[in-house]
């Protein structure tokens, strides 16, 4: 009778002893949803995320280029904007930007709320002026009720607009990836190719800059370290922000949370294949040619850290009003 | 005790009397949600309906222009296709379009799924072709496990694409508006100017189109049947279809359920006004000139058919694989 209560109690504290191990001692942390969120907030948040009446058009919402039912992301090269403007960069996903140190590719915002007002008054963007977007939403009672049920107050600014916003962004986790499930200590909810893709991932060095709960997120780092990335694209990355030469090519390490679901890749989105990344990045970060076996396996880790996708009811935007300025095409 | 048992039965049979009668004999009827319809199939006709991958852009869907979040439209006066093309005539509602007794303002769809399958291959709307489109939904391996559970075969049509999306169109109806809870009896539903909105609504005559579940879609109808409707929009309606000059300017008469929300009004979009729209209805279908105190009722009537929007939740859309066809923008 002892002995099996002895063994249970004895495997029971080797899988605690596991999970504690892997969560402390892997580079890459766990997601869980969020919490401690103001409700009312979120709410407001999700309404004007959804809103097309942001942009001077009323055609474009903040999810037209950031599609949560794409992951977070447009799966163009770049984006879209008004009048059907070519955007100069690739949109990143909002999910789990919470996670970024900066936002946007070059970190000119310090964090979702600076980010999130950003496209709105950007011409090749929403193209709107913020001064228009506050009086659009101002103009809407229901708007004036949602406003006073998160601030307390209907006055409405263009900073509690974004405020609102990165509330509700703040909910677009993905918990639950069968990577996290396995750093819980499920040994099951990886395979053994993904096992030996992740073990390759921090062996070659992919972990030195995707690394946290984001897979990525912590820091800038210059694309093409040890040899230049061919590209088109002209944008000097974190040089344009600083003025400093020596910041040039420099990038926000991007997440690889749910990475299969936000191709093409790179700043530049011109990369569709997740396995031809991969290859790519060994080769110009690291200096490293991969075997096809090799970028195979990386990439079947990488799936691993497809999470679940937010469950996000669309709302059921109020209407305009008289006042409400209307569209410019 | 035999007095106070039939006290409340007599009143029961009056209240079902009143009820009764207005469900039949009142010629707007009510609106109940969609059953019986095939779940698999809905499920599908969602991810299509929000997928982008059916436009030539990637960045056009079905709910681009019949936005859920907005009244099942765009609240533009006529939509923003590929290349930021403005469409010739005004984007009408999905929501209860069920009901419509042909599809698009001039009649050319006779249902649902007709209609579905012609804006992808639209060079104005999402300009894609529907064998590319096809191909696109057939390159996803959970698409074909999706149609398999609709259809009980992988194999992918452009007639299946467009049954999917018809079926996902029929659970978009809008019941419990207050209109339609006083139908089924319960007076309070509308206020004193509401009743007197609606009792003005049948008197001058509106109620001859607008009238049926949908109000209205049941009908074509001459746009400027008394007097000419003054309009920069070149579209000449049903003739277009039957090369009948006789049919110039008939128009499919649009439901107002929901009206309130689907603003700017008419097939050229061009009143923003609900007040102003049923003024000029009154003055060119019927010859009346309304107060602004009659026109002020009929709109507070016809803001009680605004019912339940759909809850809809966004798909997780399955992502591309090296077989699917890469966006032009």
Known sequence: ?????????????????????????????????????????????????????????????????????????????????????????????????EYNFVQFWNGRAKDLKAQASGPIDNPKEMAFTHQLAVETVASIPAYQTMFTKAFGSKDIS?????????????????????????????????????KAGYQLFKDIGCIACHS?????????????????YKTNNPDTGRAAITNNPSDKHFFKVPTLRNVELTYPYFHDGAIWSLQEAVEIMADVQLGRTLSKDESAKIVAFLQSLTGEQPKVTLPSLPPSTYKTPQPKL
């Open 212 to 228: 946290g709960p984001a897979v990525g997120g912590q820091m800038y780092q210059k694309m093409g370290l040890v040899k230049p």
């Open 158 to 194: 263009i900073d509690k607009v974004a405020q609102a916003i990165a509330e509700f962004e703040k909910t677009l986790r993905t918990p639950n990836a069968n990577f996290d499930l396995w750093l819980k200590g499920d040994d099951k909810a990886l395979t053994a190719k993904q």
């Open 1 to 97: 009778m002892l002995k099996t209560v002895i063994l249970p109690l004895s495997l029971l504290m080797l899988t605690l002893s596991v999970q504690a191990s892997r969560i402390d001692q892997e580079p890459i942390k766990v997601i869980e949803p969020a919490t401690g969120l103001n409700t009312a907030m979120v709410e407001l948040g999700k309404n004007l995320w959804f809103d097309p009446r942001l942009s001077k058009s009323n055609a474009i919402s903040c999810n037209s280029c950031h599609n949560l039912a794409t992951g977070g992301v447009d799966n163009l090269p770049s984006s879209i904007g008004h009048q059907w403007t070519i955007g100069p960069i690739n949109s990143p996903t909002v999910l789990n930007a």
